[in-house]
Each structure stands twice: as structure tokens, then as C-alpha cells.
């Protein structure tokens, strides 16, 4: 899973990324309109789902492993942003490849650090980023329209139906963009939608807006992505707040000094579990778990995914040689306490190739190859 953190010059991009990744890529504010970042900073953030604990204490494993995201902080072009050149060449390869998009928005004071706009405006901001993704895609579909253009011209009879009607799909999305309406949010067949993930759109993307706060307002987290709803709430994105710069002196932290002064300063959940939370619910991936004496491991993958899949991302002699899966829901787990007492209940089921892998499903692949 790779989420690309993208936004205006000194919105806080590096910092954000920092607090998520335990990173300490170099954070810079630019003044003189040139980035210090040369290329994009990208790091893990491991997601500490608490339900691990439970399989940790049944097999005793000699290691854990918890499933990552993968962070890449995309740099902005000072000069571009806000003129629609920003999002282009490489960088718009590493937006492209993943799975999300991270957008920051300045909404912290700082004297000291350059404004991309006119004063303090994260609304506005926001804006300013959602419409670079939509151009972005307008481009990308110009390109397209420029080539199936040329396509027609030798085209023989048979073929001009396909392509009059990817003309037809392109302008349409093309018109729903120039009123600022996301691919996301536009209706799709589910063929056509199908046929799009491969120009990998970004706004076809699940996206998710972080308000980056100044320490003073940090408490005020959960509060403040209140300012953000009318700009959001007929785009399907989903919002967040926290003090990127706190969060990222916190994330340096030992785990025990770090409770504590978070619990001084009335914060609650960090923002790194509130980011992979979200991520999580963006992308509608869930998590479901392996466990043996030698490994205890929580896997990721998309809603849907069925067993024999899920075992393919395991290991691929594993779907290959699929006998069967057995499975405990993680509720059961818990209320029987023992995989022999789950047995025993009756709640530890056989399961086919075609069984769909819920939610904290704990599983066990039988295979032979
Ligand atoms: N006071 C305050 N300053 C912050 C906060 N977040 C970031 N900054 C400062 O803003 C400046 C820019 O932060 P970065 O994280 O480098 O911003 P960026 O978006 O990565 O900047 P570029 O990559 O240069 O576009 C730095 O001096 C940060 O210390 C915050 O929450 N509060
Ligand atoms: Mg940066």
C-alpha cells in the first residue's frame, strides 16, 4: 500500500511525512522559492493493529509482522503550484503508482515560514490542490484524446466504434473535471471504470485532506476538518487534523515519554494511527492474520479478496496448492482463547477458494504442491 503526501510549498509535506514514517528527512522552509528537497522522500509506517496482541500471546511467535504503508512525500514546485504546471513529469509517476493520495494543508501560524498564497487560507488551499489533481487529469486525458485522434485517422471501419466511444467516455469525464467534479465522484459503468485504472488518474484516487494545525491548536484535532466540509463533503474525501510539527517531535519520542506527553497535552490518538485508520478506510482494505511458533503476522489486502488470493499474497506455492483455509473470526478467537477450544465450539471453519477473507479473519492455509 503506497500513499503519496502531496500539497503546497512549506504546508508542512516533510514534517507530516516525518511524524508518520519516524522519518527524519531534512525539514526545510523555503524562502527564496526553491524546494531543498531534490527528490521524493518515501519511508514505512508499520500499522500497530491492537488485535495482534491476542495472536502474539497465542503462539508466543519468535517475530511479529505487522502489515506497512508506504509514505512518499511528493515535492511541490514553488513556481508551478496554483498555475496548473505543478503536478507533471517525475513526479507525476510517483503520484500515479499509488494507492492514495495524502493532501496537506497549511493551517498553522508561523511568521517565520512563507506562505505558497496571499496570508493564511486553508479552504482555499485545499481548493487550490484539488483543482492541480483535476488539471493533472485533464492533461492526461488530452494526451490520450490527442493519440486516439491519430488512431482514427488509418483506421479501418471496424475499429472507429472502440475509439468513437473512448472519445465519447473521455469527454465526458473531461467536462465533469472542468466543473471540478472528481473521476471519483463521477458515475461509471463498471466496465468503463474498469478500463480507467489503467491511466491511473488522480482523481480516480481515494483521497484524504489533512489540515496541518499550529501547536496551539492541536487538542483542537478532531474539531476543525469542520472548515474543510463544504469543500469536501460532495467530493467523497475524507479529512483529518493534527499538528504535524508535534506530532513529528512526539513520533521521536520513546513509546512511554511519548504517552505521556501526549496525554498532558489532551491528545488522544496519535496521528499516525488516525492517518493509517484512515488510509485503511479509504482504500477499503482490511486486515487479516497468520499466526504459527515462528510467525505472527497481519496481512492487508482489498475488501473482497478471496482466500485463495489471500493465501497468493502469503506465498504463491500457497495458491497454487490451495487445499482448503481454515478460519477463526477474531471475535471467536478471543471468546474461546485457544484454537482447541475454538475447535471444540465449532467457530474454527473449513473454507474453500472462493471464501471471502473478513475483517480480523485469523487464517490458516492447508496447501500441497
Ligand atoms: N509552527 C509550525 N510550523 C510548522 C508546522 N508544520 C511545519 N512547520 C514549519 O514549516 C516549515 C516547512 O515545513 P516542511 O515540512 O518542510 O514543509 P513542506 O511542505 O515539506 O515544504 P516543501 O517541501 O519545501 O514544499 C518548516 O520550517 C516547519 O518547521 C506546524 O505544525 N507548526
Ligand atoms: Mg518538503
Redesign the pocket.
Known sequence: MEVAIL?L????????FNALTRGSAE????ASGA???SGPNVGVARVHDPRIDLLVSLFSPKRTVLSEVTYS?V??TPEGLGKTQSISGLYLNSIQRADALLV?VRA?E?ES?AHAGDGLDPVRDAETMLYELAFADLEILDRRLARLADGLKGAKAAERDPIAREQALIERLKDGLESGTHIRDQPLARDDAHFLEGFQLLTAKPLMVLL????DEAAEGAARPESLRPLLDERSARCAAF????EMELSQMEPADEQEFRASLGLSESGLDLMLRMTHEVTDVITFFTGNTNEVRAWAVPRGTSAVNAAGKIHSDMSRGFIRAEVVAYDDMERCGTLAEARRQGVLRQEGKGYIVKDGDIVNILFNV
Open positions: 500539497g510549498p512549506n504546508s508542512g509535506k516533510t514534517t507530516v525539514v526545510v522552509p523555503y524546494s531543498g528537497q512525500e515535492p511541490a496537506v498553522f508561523n515560514v496541518n494545525l499550529g501547536e499538528c504535524g510539527k508535534l
